[in-house]
């Protein structure tokens, strides 16, 4: 039987090379001395880099935590359905842009994991597109200023971006006739040689409006520069540049969020953000990436649609906490607000975790620990706690609805 139920724990910093070297260390209070870049901090129970809890019989991976005792961690319900810890919670520092991705629906992921199987790919290829069976959708919340790109533009935006950049005049009767796929499909298998021809005046134009201080960040341009960089415009040129005119630029100020579905096209830009998503690897890469990218695949399982992002401001769930509604079952996310005269009680019904971004706490239950800022407590389920403070407390709490 587990004695306590309220336990600290430690994530694992992912290196990957588009990260920052300043804002996951300065928040776990390490420094980084061999400047390396800290993309990520894993918190969860990924089979690939689970994060270890502190128990009073030592330190224990919570993945075989979770196994040896799924009921009391997780409850049966949650175990019975996704057989795991069903999120994976992160804190992300945007320093390049990453790739363009789409991830596919669950169904989707079922087929085509069956499907690379029977094939024999290896599970580690790189040209392997589904590395277990399960959908992929995802949320962020902004930690600081935060830009990505979300799914088509609307229509009428589309049709004025493609007639008013003069290397995409001719797209603007392809765009006509065939709509968003028809679009997208003729700039992504466009032969090599005819994508250079398209593009690189596009790219030296826009360095030159960079060098000249005539590029704000809402535009595409900005972003291609960056991409870019003082780089001189030569070999082949990245077709995922295409992608950044096609789609929605969105600007994502602290505590608002996004939620990114099956289908919907994005890549994230720049900023820092909490991010929760499924646990699964599954995506199909359309660019701005060195990794494998698979047009007929990434075309099969996008969303050809303008939409409006919905920049969700969160929503009031219990006095300290705001609620960002997600449509999945596999995760729910909540921010939680609390100054030195207020307190938050609530009851787990699935594992929780909660980092602390600003402040310090204390978490009473079952046992009691005292969390501040660049720590992680995970709460088991069927636990009532409550969060009190003699400060002013910032942190984010990842659970199953």
């Known amino acids: 039987m587990i004695q306590d139920k309220i336990f600290m724990l430690t994530g694992k910093v992912q290196h990957y090379a588009w990260g920052g070297f300043s804002f996951i260390p300065n928040w776990l209070q390490t420094g980084n001395a061999d400047h390396t870049p800290c993309a990520e901090y894993w918190m969860g129970a990924h089979p690939s880099a689970s994060s ?15 196994k040896a005792h799924p009921e009391q961690t997780i409850n049966s319900q949650v175990f019975n359905r996704f057989g795991e810890l069903p999120y994976l919670f ?3 520092d945007v320093k390049d842009m990453l790739s363009i991705q789409v991830h596919p629906s669950k169904p989707e992921a079922e087929k085509g994991f069956a499907a690379e199987e029977a094939a024999g790919v290896p599970i580690n290829a790189p040209t392997r597109n589904y590395k277990d069976k399960n959908h992929k959708p995802e949320v962020m919340v902004a930690l600081s200023e935060f830009w990505l790109l979300h799914g088509f533009l609307e229509k009428t935006l589309l049709q004025n971006i493609l007639a008013t950049t003069p290397e995409f005049v001719g797209l603007v009767d392809v765009f006509a006739e065939k709509g968003y796929k028809g679009l997208y499909q003729y700039v992504m298998e466009l032969p090599q040689e005819h994508v250079n021809v398209l593009l690189s005046p596009l790219v030296a134009r826009e360095l030159e409006r960079k060098r000249l201080n005539q590029l704000e960040k809402s535009e595409p341009g900005w972003w291609v520069a960056k991409l870019y960089g003082d780089n001189t415009v030569t070999g082949d040129m990245d077709r995922g540049i295409f992608s950044i005119y096609f ?23 720049e900023g820092q953000n909490m991010e929760l998503m499924a646990n699964s690897d599954n995506v199909l890469r359309g660019g701005l990436t060195p990794k494998h990218v698979d047009i007929p695949e990434l075309l099969k399982h996008t969303t050809f649609e303008g ?40 009851q787990s019904t699935s594992l929780e975790i909660i980092a602390v971004m600003q402040g310090s706490m204390q978490v009473s239950g079952t046992n009691q620990l005292t969390v501040s800022k660049g720590q992680v407590v995970a709460i088991l389920q069927g636990e009532n706690y409550k969060i009190s403070t003699t400060e002013n407390v910032l942190a984010y709490k990842a659970f199953v609805p």
């Open 52 to 66: 270890v809890l502190a128990t009073s019989e030592g330190d224990i991976s919570l993945q075989a935590f979770i």
């Open 307 to 346: 939409i409006i992002p919905n920049i969700m401001k969160g929503e009031e769930a219990a006095p300290g906490e705001k609620l960002y509604p997600c449509p999945v079952p596999d995760f729910g996310i909540s921010k939680i607000e609390i100054s030195g005269n207020q307190s938050y009680s609530a």
């Open 90 to 92: 992160k804190i992300l």
């Open 247 to 269: 789609f929605n630029i969105v600007q994502v100020q602290p505590g608002e969020a996004v939620f990114q579905g099956a289908g919907i096209p994005h890549a994230y830009m």
